[in-house]
């Protein structure tokens, strides 16, 4: 199967979509991202691998959270930055993506990290640079969010490093993330025997058994046992849609109480990508609770985002 | 009383305001600044002090002004610099300040510069950061800005060397300004012995006698025989509103014309924190006049910046 | 003739406008970009030209595309950064350009590069500004855009080095076009024997033939046997006013299809300043076609904006 991510020696070229990605290019960029952890401690917090190279934060929707996290991990690694904030300017002067793109490549950019509520979009990039160009998507629409996915699972292997021996429960809006599609595949990549879901119908899509997942709509028997519990953001437009009753409604079945939690195993572990609705999905004991290790997934996000830096700009030295 | 700026060694941990600073640590900051003059004045305006630091612009309010002033500072200590402009992203989305600050830590940020229109945000944050991270205050509604108030002492130091025979006269919108409050407090602490202030009653908070200040209503009584005139910046809003009858009639009572320039002492200086109203709160003759010293305060706004980013720096490395 | 834009010695200090530049400045210029492009193509983009330098991007009008050319010139010369949207900030706040300027020139800035509605206004601020600044017009109103039209012929010599030999089109709203203007006086002084304009009366300017043009209403007459063919952007605002009957109208009439094309040289280029408005003044087998140079045109432009920040910084050195 042709995977556009990988060039003809399997070597990473673009970060997509987890799916497909085989397991050794997983495992080498969750192993390039361990050495990265020790230079986000250190007193100089640089390395000179992108020294001289242009990286687009290239922004078709506003995410500063998103933006800040590839901005400071191509600074470190000593890259000149651009951010472009694209709904605001060209595209408004009826300009097309690939011509700003193109525009950009004659500039001499040489990494886009692309965030579009479009799905496909940062594929349809890839697929129309250069060979000497990559492109990390950053989110697009309801399909992917590879970065988020990777750190996720880099999170649970540090925490849970038997992952051929885990229980991982993703509850909440599966339907609409992007990230929860990322984390099932990467977690199936990995080995990890048993991936639940947990949700309304409502928030689940119609193919979600097709994912390799086991499907539960209640908490009690969802929780069961867990090691690993991923919460997912309710995005405010969901609240009082027609999807949901209401924001408390949901929090009463599917926010993450202690009392709910203790159905998991003794030492599970909590995560959520962010930006949390505290009291909606999940409660502040949790969130801030001895299980959570919220706080680490962003330290470990900036580890992985400069791992597939320093892997995609090296590919092409090699 | 505790004082959560300084450490157990009383070395500056935070710079949240002047008020309760000791004097050894306000003389500290100034002396730092002197040797960061000659630095902005090279043919290479750089020192690697904070390379590989990771600054935090956190503005809840927008201010290029502000902002710029310490973006520039940071870069020249070469630090990697942060914008976030946090009204337009992660607030929107419903998350906490906190949330928001505790992400960017774990991200490995080692320093806040915190814009926010409400008293006290910037305590606030420096009271939940872990040990190893600074806050600087950028102006916390009216409360204080205290490296504002800092340039201001500096810049009266650099002009009028002998602080204790000084007569200081503060005029306008000290109900609104948190630069008066800052500027107040750095003054008496460093010995000023008569501060002045020079307002209608409905622009000077109800306290205004706790200052430790003289009050005048009367511009001709106010600037007599003074060494140093501190304009204060009328906010738009103020002008229409039901405190001041119009700009005009302000103007004409309160505005600094040359003529009322000429009560103060021969050799006075002239200060404004900027922007300008010109023909407001201050005539163009007097702020591009021969006594005007609006433009070294912020030449050395950015010598005041530097060196506290500095000192908060090695304060952790020592 | 006092010509602002350069010093006593006949060394550039501004960079406002291409009319008035001497020849001798012009190839000075070109020739400088001409060792700018192999920087751009190297491993490490990064020269330390203007490492400590303070660059700004004091743009009163919003253009992400000629911000993130003028911000990828200087990163790559090793300048420190400051991107000033002016608009949202001290300008709405009553200050004046010239207190903005001083107070960026007070922080020792040492370049800017001032993109402005208003013709006139960066001329208005090189007055202003102490020796040693430096200004860039980066697009004044209607008045002039020079370094694209540097760009322009730059890029014209590099695909015709033969320039006393050239007949040239300029096609489409020069009355509205600060870009036709500065590419005009840039193809005269360059020697470039015969240049022409085709577009509607209504699109020309009254004065048009003081320009030193010939001028085409037609464009079976007007691209007939020449080498360069220069598209101009038709702006949104134009295509539904009284100007013009509509954009469909206009690109049967004036758009630039492989037909019209093949009236010109057969070797000849087609040039466009961006962002093309495809099927409006250029079809797309023409914009992707292989006699087309817009995106050679754009790697270009950052050489040629890297050689006149490094020219202006240098004559201060000297």
């Not at 917090?45 to 922004?59: I, Y």
């Not at 995005?235 to 849609?241: I, P, T, V």
């Not at 926010?255 to 203790?262: D, I, Q």
């Amino acid at each position: 199967m042709y995977n556009p991510q990988l060039d003809q020696h399997k070597k990473l070229k673009h970060l997509l979509t987890i799916e497909g990605l085989p397991k050794a290019t997983l495992l080498q960029i969750l192993d390039t991202a361990e050495t990265f952890i020790g230079v986000n401690e250190r007193e100089v917090k640089k390395v000179p691998l992108l020294r001289g190279k242009t990286v687009c934060n290239l922004f078709f929707e506003n995410s500063t959270r998103t933006r800040t996290t590839f901005e400071i991990a191509a600074k470190r690694l000593s890259a000149d930055v651009l951010n472009l904030n694209v709904s605001t300017s060209s595209q408004s002067k009826g300009e097309t993506i690939l011509d700003t793109v193109n525009n950009l490549i004659a500039m001499h950019s040489d990494m886009f990290v692309v965030r579009h509520n479009q799905s496909g979009a940062a594929h349809f990039i890839a697929q129309h640079v250069p060979d000497h160009i990559s492109v990390i998507n950053a989110g697009d629409g309801r399909h992917a969010h590879p970065t988020q996915g990777l750190l996720d699972v880099f999170t649970i292997r540090r925490y849970k490093p038997d992952m051929h021996n885990l229980r991982v429960a993703i509850v909440g809006d599966v339907l609409h993330s992007r990230v929860a599609r990322s984390e099932i595949h990467a977690l199936t990549t990995l080995g990890v025997p048993e991936v639940r879901v947990v949700a309304p119908n409502t928030l689940l899509p119609a193919d979600v058994h097709k994912l390799g997942v086991q499907v539960f709509h209640d908490m009690q028997a969802g929780l069961k046992d867990v090691d690993v519990v991923m919460m997912l953001r309710l995005q405010n437009e969901r609240m009082s849609g027609a999807l949901l009753p209401s924001a408390q409604e949901y929090f009463k079945t599917y926010g993450l109480t202690p009392e709910k939690l203790a159905l998991a195993k003794p030492d599970a572990i909590v995560m959520h990508p962010g930006p949390m609705n505290r009291g909606v999905e999940i409660d502040s004991r949790v969130a801030d609770g001895a299980q959570s290790v919220i706080l680490p997934q962003v330290t470990y996000g900036i580890a992985i985002r400069m791992a597939v830096m320093a892997l995609l700009a090296g590919g092409h030295n090699a």
